[in-house]
């Protein structure tokens, strides 16, 4: 089943202390749905300016996205943003975000991409997710958020919080979602806000599902060469909701638990180079291949030991 994306396509300007790289296609949709697009149909919907060329259409295209929903603003100029990581790519600060075009996009979702069944809602403005996910009829719907919007727009983000299934943010948002230092707690408390189930992205150490009652951890995947880890959030989205659309599934423990398997595959691939650049190299036997290493890496139940 197919996956609709509401969210960003941008130009970053990605710095870290070894390299930097200004221009770089970027965007929570753009990376969402490329690593999405290795499981099922996905389509966008966002906006760009004119500053997006025929040559960036071929990105997507090459994956087989659906840009229908993708307005193009003629005059206007495609959202950008700027970060630095520090030396060990666990920190990671924000120096400039321009929403230009995204600033009062409103999106319309066409008759078809209504009945869409798996809907993912994107790093943007909580009202935007809202408003997308109000027109949708999809099934199960999962959504991002970041710091710009949990400190800048608290009220509208607890709104949305209300109509979604699955929320996926990372460690320091949770704690600042939550107001509490303690993960744990403070996943509680989310899931006290309206999602059924929470994953807690923890960079290069894993990721967490939360649940009423159910919790399910996972290392991340020992990863020698990072060159950008930006993007590796929307990527593992794409991997989670790419595998849950791929093979029906809604929020059954065992199908999210691989999903996120999934997630962290995709994502060790994109922090490989800058921008989407390793993913649209990949290949459905590297994402296998991966997908069984972590399961050898991850199993211990009939390991002989001693003590
Ligand atoms: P992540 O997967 O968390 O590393 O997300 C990285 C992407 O999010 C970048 O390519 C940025 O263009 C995009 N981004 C950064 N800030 C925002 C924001 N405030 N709203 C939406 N997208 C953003």
Redesign the pocket.
């Known amino acids: 089943m197919s996956i609709l994306v509401v ?2 396509v ?3 300007h990605v710095k870290t202390p070894f390299d930097e790289r200004a221009e ?1 296609l ?3 949709a ?2 969402f749905s490329i690593a999405a697009s290795f499981f099922t149909p996905v389509s966008i919907v966002g906006v760009v300016g004119d500053d997006f060329t025929a040559e960036h259409e071929r990105v997507f295209n090459a994956r087989g996205i659906d840009l229908s929903g993708l307005e193009r603003r003629a005059g206007g100029k495609t ?3 700027t ?1 630095e990581y520090g030396y060990d790519f666990n920190t ?1 600060t ?1 120096l400039d ?1 321009q ?1 230009n075009v ?1 600033a009062d996009f409103q999106p319309r979702i066409s008759a078809a991409q209504q009945d869409i069944p798996y809907l993912f809602l ?4 909580p009202s935007l997710q809202r408003d997308v996910r109000r027109q949708s009829r999809a099934r199960l719907t999962a959504m ?1 958020t ?1 710091d ?2 949990i400190q800048g727009t608290p009220d509208e983000l607890r709104e949305t919080l209300q109509c979604v299934d699955v929320l996926i943010i ?1 460690d320091e948002e949770a704690r600042q979602l939550a107001r509490d230092p303690n993960v744990i707690r403070a996943a509680k408390a989310i899931l006290a806000m309206g999602p059924k189930r929470l994953i807690v992205k923890r960079g290069e150490y894993g990721a967490t599902l939360f649940g009423a009652g159910s919790f399910f951890a996972i290392p991340g995947f020992p990863q020698e060469s990072v060159a950008d ?9 794409g991997g989670v909701l790419g595998y849950l659309a791929a093979t029906g599934s809604g929020l059954d423990e065992e199908s999210l638990r691989k999903a996120m398997i999934y997630g962290s595959v995709m994502a060790s691939f ?1 922090i490989e180079a800058f ?1 989407t650049e390793r993913l649209l190299a990949l290949t459905r036997d590297e994402i296998n291949d991966r997908y069984r290493q972590f399961k050898s890496m991850t199993y211990f139940d009939s390991i002989e030991h001693s003590f």
């Not at 994107?122 to 403005?125: L, S, T």
């Open positions: 969210g960003t941008a130009f970053d770089v970027a965007g929570a753009t990376y959202f950008r943003w970060g990671r924000t975000t929403l995204f994107g790093n943007a403005h991002d970041m710009f919007w990372n880890p930006t993007g590796a959030g929307d990527t593992f989205a994109t921008g």
